[in-house]
C-alpha cells in the first residue's frame, strides 16, 4: 500500500517568504507527527496529532510555526517569514497504534 | 541530559561480519518503548526494530537484533552478516509512556560497510 507522502521534495525560499509543507499519512493512520531533522543531527519532535486536534505542540519553535490537519488526513506545516535557521529536512510520520511510526521521505527546506 | 546517546558518530564493518551499534537511554518513566531507524542517504527514515520496556526476551526481525539491557539502560543494535546495502545511518529512538508519544531519537551513527 502507498506509505507516507510529503510534497514537496524540495523547497527553496527567500528569507522572509511564508511556506507550506505538505504531508499525506498512511491511510487509516488517526496519529501524525512532524519531526525536523537538522544536519548531522536526529530528528527533533515539533508538533503531533491525534485525529484533527493538536495533542502535543511543545517542539514548535517558535510562534512562527504553525500546523493544521482539518480533516484529521492530510497536514500541513505551515512557516511564516522564515529565516535561514529554519532549514532543515521536515519529516512526516504516521502510526496507527502506539507501535513504530512510518516516516516520509521528508521536505527539505532551504532559506536563502 | 540527554535521552538517548549513541556515542559512535562512526562506524565500520566489512561484509558479512556482525556489527553493535550502541544506544544507551535516560527515562523514570517504567513504561516506554525503543526503537531503531536506518536512514540510507536517500533520506527516508525505515523502521528496523522495537523492543517494549517490559517484553521478556530480545526483540529480533531478521538479521537485526536488539541486546536490550534494563538496568545498564542501554539498547545496542546488533547487525549480522553485514551487506553493502546496510551502510546509512542509524537512529535510536525512544518513546515514553503507554499511548501515543512522540519519538526522541539520537545523533545517530554512520554505517559504512566494505566489501
Same mark, same amino acid.
Given at each position: 500500500?502507498?506509505g507516507?507522502?510529503?510534497?514537496?521534495?524540495?523547497?527553496?525560499?527567500?528569507?522572509?517568504?511564508?511556506?507550506?509543507?505538505?504531508?499525506?499519512?498512511?491511510?487509516?493512520?488517526?496519529?501524525?507527527?512532524?519531526?525536523?531533522?537538522?544536519?548531522?543531527?536526529?530528528?527533533?519532535?515539533?508538533?503531533?496529532?491525534?485525529?484533527?486536534?493538536?495533542?502535543?505542540?511543545?517542539?514548535?519553535?517558535?510562534? +512562527?510555526?504553525?500546523?493544521? +490537519?482539518?480533516?484529521?488526513?492530510?497536514s500541513?506545516?505551515?512557516?511564516? +517569514?522564515?529565516?535561514?535557521?529554519?532549514?532543515a529536512?521536515?519529516?512526516?510520520?504516521?502510526?496507527?497504534?502506539?507501535?513504530?511510526q512510518?516516516?516520509?521521505?521528508?521536505?527539505?527546506?532551504?532559506v536563502? | 541530559?540527554?535521552?538517548?546517546?549513541?556515542?559512535?558518530?562512526?562506524m565500520?564493518?566489512?561484509?558479512?561480519?556482525?556489527?553493535?551499534?550502541? /544506544?544507551? %537511554?535516560?527515562?523514570?518513566?517504567?513504561? %516506554?518503548? *525503543?526503537?531503531?531507524?536506518?536512514?540510507?542517504?536517500?533520506?527516508?527514515?525505515?523502521f528496523?526494530? %522495537?523492543?517494549?520496556?517490559?517484553?521478556?526476551?530480545?526483540?529480533?526481525?531478521?538479521?537485526?537484533? *536488539?541486546?536490550?539491557?534494563?538496568?545498564?539502560?542501554?539498547?545496542? *543494535?546488533?547487525?549480522?552478516?553485514?551487506?553493502l546495502?546496510?551502510?546509512?545511518? %542509524?537512529? /535510536?529512538?525512544?518513546?515514553?509512556?503507554?499511548?501515543?508519544?512522540?519519538?526522541?531519537?539520537?545523533?545517530?551513527?554512520?554505517?559504512?560497510?566494505?566489501?
Amino acid at each position: 500500500g502507498a506509505g507516507v507522502s510529503q510534497t514537496p521534495s524540495n523547497k527553496v525560499t527567500e528569507k522572509g517568504k511564508y511556506v507550506e509543507l505538505r504531508c499525506d499519512p498512511i491511510s487509516g493512520h488517526t496519529a501524525l507527527y512532524w519531526y525536523r531533522q537538522s544536519l548531522g543531527q536526529g530528528p527533533e519532535f515539533l508538533i503531533y496529532f491525534q485525529g484533527t486536534g493538536a495533542a502535543d505542540d511543545s517542539g514548535l519553535p517558535n510562534d +512562527r510555526f504553525f500546523a493544521v +490537519r482539518p480533516e484529521g488526513s492530510v497536514s500541513t506545516l505551515k512557516i511564516q +517569514r522564515t529565516e535561514r535557521g529554519d532549514s532543515a529536512v521536515y519529516l512526516c510520520a504516521s502510526s496507527l497504534r502506539r507501535g513504530e511510526q512510518f516516516f516520509g521521505p521528508g521536505t527539505r527546506l532551504t532559506v536563502l | 541530559a540527554q535521552k538517548i546517546t549513541q556515542t559512535q558518530p562512526g562506524m565500520f564493518v566489512q561484509e558479512k561480519e556482525a556489527v553493535t551499534l550502541d /544506544c544507551t %537511554y535516560d527515562t523514570s518513566d517504567p513504561s %516506554y518503548g *525503543l526503537f531503531w531507524y536506518k536512514q540510507p542517504s536517500s533520506g527516508e527514515m525505515i523502521f528496523l526494530i %522495537y523492543q517494549g520496556s517490559y517484553d521478556q526476551q530480545n526483540a529480533t526481525e531478521g538479521r537485526y537484533s *536488539l541486546n536490550f539491557q534494563k538496568a545498564r539502560k542501554s539498547a545496542n *543494535l546488533v547487525i549480522s552478516a553485514s551487506q553493502l546495502g546496510d551502510s546509512a545511518m %542509524y537512529f /535510536c529512538a525512544m518513546r515514553e509512556g503507554t499511548g501515543y508519544s512522540t519519538l526522541t531519537f539520537g545523533k545517530g551513527t554512520m554505517l559504512l560497510v566494505s566489501p
